[in-house]
């Protein structure tokens, strides 16, 4: 597999953090994927691809739901946890080590394309959005979920932009809901709905602990906080409680089908 600067730091970057997402991980809290799925008819035994597995929390809830999921990812290693996991829970599943912007699928293999918390660390999220539209068959759904920005908010999402790359070098760019809709609309997809519900970072050691952040970057984003400007403050709901810097996330469910 030959990849680019961007997907080699990815790898590594979660290679090196793969223990971190076993069942206690925050992301084992899958009501946002349930809350989605309400809104998606699925065949029974639908075919799914979770791409970006990571610890495979929302791959294994498809496929504890009775579907015949492939759990896909660029690191091994978290393949590795998310077969444990899935051996924990007595549920079978297919690993496939690739990069979300290749997928090496026949066209109209699955019914579900399911994708959550990674698209910010694509290098091309158009060739990803090209790719998953491919592999849908005609009537197949697209979920995605990922951090995002609102739109018309360029200073926010570059204050934004510059924290996250200085906790964890292998983010690449959050997207606005218009623009993932936009690329899913020139690349086939019709958008169902695309809504922004803000999460809660509990507390800012532990954004920098999920992430192994440097010394050195831990007090550069400490600087950027205590600088934040106000587009940035309004946007991330920032504040402190009980001496703990808390903000809001803006997190993206975007539903789309495939005509
Ligand atoms: C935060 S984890 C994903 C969490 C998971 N989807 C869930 O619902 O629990 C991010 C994952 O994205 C993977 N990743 C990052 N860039 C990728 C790429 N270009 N192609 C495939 N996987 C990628 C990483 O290896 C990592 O396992």
């Not at 940035?232 to 997190?251: N, S």
């Amino acid at each position: 597999m030959k990849l680019n600067e961007v997907q080699q730091a990815a790898q590594e970057q979660f290679a090196r953090q793969s223990q971190r997402y076993g069942r206690s991980h925050i992301l084992a809290d899958i009501s946002d994927v349930s809350a989605a799925l309400e809104k998606i008819t699925l065949p029974e035994k639908a075919r799914v691809l979770d791409v970006a597995t990571g610890g495979g929390h929302t791959g294994l809830h498809l496929a504890s739901l009775g579907h015949r999921v492939t759990l896909a990812d660029l690191a091994q290693p978290m393949l590795d946890r998310a077969q444990e996991l899935a051996a924990e829970r007595g549920l079978v599943v297919e690993t496939r080590q690739h990069a979300a912007e290749l997928l090496p699928y026949p066209d109209q293999t699955f019914d579900l394309v399911t994708c959550r918390v990674a698209p910010h660390h694509f290098s091309s999220p158009e060739e990803f959005i090209t790719e998953t539209a491919r592999v849908l068959r005609p009537g197949g759904y697209f979920l995605l979920i990922d951090g995002s920005i609102p739109n018309d908010e360029p200073e926010a999402e570059e204050w934004l932009h510059q924290v996250e790359k200085l906790r964890d070098p292998s983010h690449h760019r959050f997207l606005t809901p218009r623009e993932w809709t936009r690329l899913c609309e020139k690349h086939q997809l019709a958008v169902d709905s695309a809504e922004l519900h803000p999460m809660k970072q509990p507390d800012l050691e532990w954004y920098f602990e999920t992430a192994a952040t440097s010394a050195g970057n831990r007090i550069a984003v400490r600087e950027l906080i205590s600088n934040a400007p106000e587009s940035a403050r309004r946007a991330f709901t920032l504040g402190e409680e009980e001496g703990k810097t808390v903000w809001w996330w803006p997190r993206l469910t975007l539903i789309a089908r495939r005509p």
